[in-house]
């Protein structure tokens, strides 16, 4: 039995009780319903019979009169793949010089039904749609995404064999009561994924190289391997004072000298 079953036969069993009782108030007092309610039970139930007592939604039945076209939605569709970050409006202008006339509401409405409301989830569809239909990216999309996702960024390096690209990276994991600022320092072959990491209270450049030392390059000598160049941002903690000078703080990509 369904739940508007249910409620149908909830209904039914109210009639009945006031009409046992001879007492609509203390019938629907035991039933759990107004008076008001009973009175629009009974006059559905006179009306349409048993059908009278199902729940009736109320709003339009099928698409909303106000929904765009299919067509329209399509482009909007396709517009926000190419272009996710951009807003209602923006979209709406630019659908425009394009012969497609939609408000800025309409397409909210169209990215509400797809669950495309915030510029996060639009670059996530980018991403999947890049993921699982091999979607080919433009310069402006590619540079969306590495700001979006470092994942993009790393998938974009090729390498051929293990050790050929090595990866170090800080990251920050929190502060530790008794300890203080804990980093995690890791290193990974872009090749065969093999990862290394190491915590520490300190960022510092010997703290930077110590899991290097300690662990990589034994590991890859006792595997006859050798790393031929290490990826890491210019990050202070690996850089001399000299190139830290020259960097200026900037942020990206720093390809240090090969091992």
């Given at each position: 039995m369904t739940t508007e079953e249910k409620v149908a036969r909830r209904k039914l069993s109210l009639l009945d009780l006031a009409q046992e009782l001879r007492n609509v108030s203390k019938a629907c007092k035991v039933m759990g319903y107004s008076r008001q309610q009973f009175y629009e039970i009974r006059r559905n139930y006179q009306t349409y019979g048993s059908a009278g007592l199902l729940d009736k939604l109320p709003g339009a039945r099928g698409p909303h009169p106000n929904r765009v076209a299919p067509e329209i939605e399509q482009s909007i569709l396709d517009y926000s793949l190419q272009r996710p970050t951009h807003g209602p409006v923006r979209v709406s202008h630019e659908l425009a010089l394009r012969g497609v006339t939609v408000?800025?509401?309409g397409v909210r409405g169209v990215w509400s039904r797809?669950?495309?409301?915030?510029?996060?989830?639009?670059?996530?569809?980018?991403?999947?749609?890049?993921?699982?239909?091999?979607?080919?990216?433009?310069?402006?999309q590619i540079r969306l995404l590495e700001r979006f996702s470092r994942e993009v960024r790393e998938r974009q390096i090729k390498v051929h064999h293990?050790?050929?690209?090595?990866?170090?990276d800080t990251f920050f994991v929190g502060t530790l009561k008794g300890v203080g600022k804990v980093y995690l320092q890791t290193v990974?072959?872009?090749?065969?994924?093999?990862?290394?990491?190491?915590?520490?209270?300190?960022?510092?450049?010997?703290?930077?190289?110590h899991v290097l030392n300690n662990d990589v390059l034994p590991h890859f000598e006792q595997q006859g391997l050798r790393i031929d160049t290490l990826l890491s941002d210019n990050g202070?903690?690996?850089?001399?004072?000299?190139?830290?000078?020259?960097?200026?703080?900037?942020?990206?990509?720093?390809v240090l000298a090969p091992v």
């Open positions: 408000s800025s509401g797809h669950d495309l409301l915030s510029k996060h989830d639009r670059l996530l569809r980018l991403e999947r749609e890049q993921r699982n239909h091999t979607l080919e990216l433009n310069d402006e293990t050790g050929e690209l090595v990866a170090i990974l072959d872009c090749y065969s994924r093999l990862a290394f990491g190491r915590l520490y209270n300190s960022k510092l450049p010997l703290t930077a190289v202070p903690e690996y850089l001399t004072a000299a190139e830290r000078l020259y960097s200026g703080g900037s942020t990206g990509p720093f």
